[in-house]
Nanobody, 123 residues
Framework: VQLQASGGGLVQPGGSLRLSCPAS????????MGWFRQAPGNEREFVAA????????VVADSVKGRFTISRDNAKTTVYLQMNRLEPEDTAVYYC?????????????????WGMGTQVTVSS
């Protein structure tokens, strides 16, 4: 399985970005995908997750109401719409895929990781 996040960039506070992550190499009938982020000096932290089967979503409190995760089953792609971005959102964003039913907010639940995409929020 190969994952590649894209869509990052430099944006001013209050702006928006949409990240995409297509998964190639297999199709998923269970489990789900998630977005995590890591700022310099910090541990990788959970942002949002979605299940493949029913589309159930979980979003971190820090981004709730601003970020939305969605998926396209036909293309096996997950998206992260980020609105009202803040400087604190600056980080490398990673997408990941999990096959099982583990905690979707935990790094250890994910089996595959893509290369990250840099998001910088600055004026």
């Amino acid at each position: 399985v190969q994952l590649q996040a894209s869509g990052g960039g430099l944006v001013q506070p209050g702006g928006s970005l949409r990240l995409s992550c297509p998964a190639s190499g297999r199709t998923f009938s269970s489990g789900g995908m998630g977005w995590f982020r890591q700022a310099p000096g910090n541990e990788r932290e959970f942002v949002a997750a979605i299940s493949w089967s029913l589309g159930h979503t979980v979003v971190a409190d820090s981004v709730k109401g601003r970020f939305t995760i969605s998926r396209d089953n036909a293309k096996t792609t997950v998206y992260l719409q980020m609105n009202r971005l803040e400087p604190e959102d600056t980080a490398v964003y990673y997408c990941a895929a999990r096959q099982g039913v583990g905690d979707p907010t935990s790094v250890s639940s994910y089996d595959y990781w893509g290369m990250g995409t840099q998001v910088t929020v600055s004026s």
